[in-house]
């Protein structure tokens, strides 16, 4: 799986399949993207200028492409992530079942740089700060 991006500032990011060039889905981050998404330990991070973090989960959003049929569409409001076809929504993920899927982290500033991993820390650098966040760490 791969992420597509359709050009500087534009919100729309698409992940694709590497081999074939399927469309699995279609993301909207609702805000200019600055930086190159980030693919790594099983995830895809999107970070946007209006400081917000997405995570997807690549294993469960390539399972949803693959049950639902290529092209999907994904809509992320509070606690509820919907995916579409067309106009049509095929499947809504409420609850806490959406963290599974998809995560948002929301930082105080702008992200204009791709976030990096390095030793099982991930960096992201927003316009006012450097954070180094770790799994597990307090």
């Given at each position: 799986m791969t992420t597509y991006e359709t050009g500087s500032g534009a919100h729309a990011r698409y992940s694709i399949d590497a081999n074939d060039g399927r469309l699995y889905w279609k993301y909207d981050t609702l805000a200019e993207v600055w930086c190159p998404t980030l693919v790594a330990d099983k995830k895809v991070y999107l970070g946007n200028q209006q400081g917000v973090m997405s995570i997807f989960a690549t294993d469960r959003m390539k399972k949803l492409a693959d049950d639902f049929g290529p092209g999907l569409e994904v809509e992320v409001e509070q606690k509820k992530l919907s995916?579409?076809?067309?106009?049509?929504?095929?499947?809504?993920?409420?609850?806490?079942?959406?963290?599974?899927?998809?995560?948002?982290?929301?930082?105080?500033?702008?992200?204009?740089?791709?976030?990096?991993?390095?030793?099982?820390?991930?960096?992201?650098?927003?316009?006012?700060?450097?954070?180094?966040?770790?799994?597990?760490?307090?």
């Open positions: 995916l579409k076809k067309g106009d049509r929504i095929v499947r809504d993920i409420v609850g806490d079942e959406v963290g599974t899927y998809f995560q948002e982290v929301k930082f105080h500033a702008e992200i204009h740089c791709s976030p990096i991993v390095a030793q099982g820390v991930l960096y992201v650098t927003t316009m006012r700060h450097l954070y180094a966040i770790k799994a597990g760490a307090r």
